[in-house]
């Protein structure tokens, strides 16, 4: 990238730069410029009108509950809450007395309305075979499965069962009977090891193991049933491993069942029971400060009031959308923005199971121009590798069909924003750059792409309803431009419920750094005009590729290796990752490998311990 700086105009497109010209070196716009939301994108938008959004937003700070109440109305229940808001810090219940369920709320009440023939899912293969599903067919695979996970392996509210599925409309199904039948799911992704499988099974005490014989990933078979197989004498918990054999590997397993063989015979058609607002829908992992990954728990009623509201706002979603997140299921932004955000509102979905560059650098912009995506939402380092490939691999494609992007995970750099913006976006469609957690269960600060205008590198202003802030050690307000922590501090509907078995871990990491308020981890300040600026983690958790990696449990992975005397791991700057992982090593005076051989040795093992995650590490 040329440092020279040289003068931008943006002329002729819908989009008015805040000040017409700037400077920028390349894509990197070095000025603070802002673009306002276009008249055109205003006009047809859910909020597009800026007083009314301003009122809105001033009401919704200092009434978060009446805000939440009236966003309720996204989700149908079967029964009404007494109260919206029991908070004892740090436990909140919303909608309490309600009662709903997450899988009606994403199918049988768009078939009622007559979608039942509307496409739920697009699914992309990484060797250019695609399948449409429609909501009825994902209706009646959601009511079989669940049929036979109660009447066959004797399933009830209240167990939990591991879905480690690779990327396709079942492993969706999996997710949606789960929720159906009121069982906890806990979503394992697939780039797991073993002992990673075998950890949180047994955190979760999981009754039952939904899998896939084999998954697809840059032209290579990744073995799922063989991960599982291998630690399945060590979950005691599990009767039963379902799998959905897609190339037909004979299962000899005394717990495996076959998944075609068993929805066969089922009923398509299930009766949704009503679960309690408060129910426990999913627990999903994720790293903290400790070795150990957390299971963060979340709620059934508050986590679809939280996701429906956003994902319908933020991403100005209309019935013909075609929506593609490019996150795994395996992560918090598959859960809210490929699964239940997107299915609440009867959208259309992308899913595409492969690697992003594979088999060639443009495979993105043409899965955009066959599928006609209309939003896509991913992360930074994927936009940060795609620049890297070049812009010729674009070029060749139309990408009419986008309306709106959006960006999660990490720090957007500005300069990266702009080639989103401009490249990809051709100067047309808004930016979404939306901050937020596994544990905030949905996007938390990001534009209103109606009415707010975005600023490259800002996840710009708390959504309705979300009181953030940022204070210094005192836990004191800072001032404009003064670098402090940020922390929300009015409770909000799809909050984290606790961390799974571990209360005081909960209380810990979450509410003890600044008493009443909820401490993110992150880093930030905000500008003279309130716009938030992320500058990212300040524990020992390190954001690689948009995926958060404890440090200690890298260091935990690195001394369980018999070599190994001492390790300490910390984070780099990357340009492509935001970070990277680089690990120091003490070996064992005895050892007697050579250095080069360790430390291939010891990748080897820590994707061993963990996972296809920590990518290449360099050592000293
Ligand atoms: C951490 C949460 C929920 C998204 C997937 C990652 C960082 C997330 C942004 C953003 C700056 C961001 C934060 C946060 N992060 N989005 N738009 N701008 N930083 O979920 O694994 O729970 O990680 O990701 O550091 O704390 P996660």
Not at 14 to 35: D, I, Q
Not at 584 to 598: D, G, H, N, S
């Amino acid at each position: 990238m040329g440092s020279l700086p040289v003068v931008l105009r943006i002329i002729g497109n819908s989009w008015k730069p805040f000040k017409e010209t700037y400077v920028c070196n390349r894509y990197g716009a070095l000025r603070n410029p802002a673009f306002e939301p276009s008249r055109a994108f205003a006009a047809e938008a859910h909020i597009g009108n800026k007083l009314e959004y301003d009122l809105l937003w001033k009401q919704a700070q200092q009434d978060p509950i009446a805000f939440w109440e009236d966003a309720a109305r996204n989700i149908t229940w079967f029964s009404k809450w007494k109260k919206t808001l029991v908070w004892k810090e740090p436990y909140a219940q919303w909608f309490v007395g309600a009662t709903t369920n997450a899988a009606y709320n994403c199918l049988d009440r768009h078939l009622k309305q007559g979608l039942g023939k509307k496409t739920a899912i697009l699914w992309e293969g990484e060797d250019g075979s695609s399948t449409e599903t429609s909501y009825e067919s994902l209706f009646e695979q959601v009511c079989q499965l669940a049929n036979a996970l109660e009447h066959k392996m004797g399933l009830k509210a209240g167990d939990t069962a591991a879905i480690y599925m690779p990327l396709i409309p079942e492993a969706i199904v999996a997710m949606l009977a789960c929720a159906r039948i009121g069982v906890t799911h806990s979503v394992i992704f697939a780039g797991f090891s073993g002992n990673a499988i075998k950890d949180r099974v047994n955190d979760a005490e999981s009754k039952v193991i939904l899998t896939a014989d084999v998954g697809y990933r840059r032209g290579q078979e990744v073995e799922l049933l063989k991960t599982v197989d291998s630690v399945i004498d060590q979950m005691p918990s599990v009767s039963h491993v379902v799998v959905l054999r897609r190339k037909g590997t004979t299962l000899l397993g005394p717990k495996h069942l076959d998944w075609k063989d068993l929805l066969k015979d089922q009923s398509k058609n299930h009766f949704a029971q009503p679960f309690d607002a408060e129910h426990p829908l999913f627990l999903l992992y994720t790293s903290g400060t400790t070795g150990k990954p957390k299971g963060i728990v979340h709620s059934t009623g508050g986590y679809l009031v939280g996701v429906s509201a956003t994902a319908k706002w933020i991403f100005d979603l209309k019935p013909n959308d075609r929506f593609w997140c490019t996150a795994d299921i395996g992560w918090i932004t598959g859960h809210s923005y490929v699964v239940y955000g997107l299915l609440a509102h009867a959208t259309t979905i992308v899913l595409y199971e492969g690697a992003p560059m594979h088999p060639h650098p443009g495979r993105f912009w043409e899965i955009i121009d066959k599928h006609r995506v209309s939003i896509l939402y991913t992360a930074p380092t994927a936009i940060r590798a795609f620049m890297r490939a070049g812009n010729e691999h674009l070029q060749k494609y139309q990408l009419s069909s986008l309306r709106l992007l959006g960006s999660v995970g990490e720090p957007i750099n500005p300069e990266a924003w702009m080639w989103y913006h401009q490249e990809v976006g051709k100067s047309r469609c808004p930016i979404v750059d939306t901050w937020w957690q596994t544990e905030t269960g949905c996007i938390l600060i990001s534009p209103l792409p109606g009415v707010i205008a975005t600023k490259p590198g800002s996840a710009t202003k708390p959504f309705l309803g979300i009181v953030a802030d940022i204070v210094n050690e005192q836990g004191e307000s800072c001032a404009s431009n003064e670098g402090g922590y940020l922390v929300i501090k009015h409770p909000w509907p799809s909050m984290l419920r606790g961390i799974f078995k571990n209360p005081e871990r909960y209380q810990e990491s979450y509410w003890s750094r600044f008493p009443g308020m909820y401490f993110t981890g992150d880093g930030a300040h905000r500008d003279d005009k309130g716009y938030f600026w992320i500058k990212g983690r300040v524990d020992d958790v390190i954001n690689v590729s948009g995926h958060r990696l404890g440090t200690m449990e890298v260091e935990s992975a690195l001394v369980s290796h018999p070599a190994v005397a001492e390790a300490a791991v910390v984070g780099k700057q990357d340009p492509v990752k935001g970070q990277a992982l680089v690990a120091f090593v003490t070996p064992k005076l005895e050892q007697k490998i050579a250095v080069k051989a360790l430390i291939q040795e010891l990748k080897d093992h820590v994707v061993r311990e963990i996972g296809r995650l920590p990518g290449p590490m360099r050592s000293s």
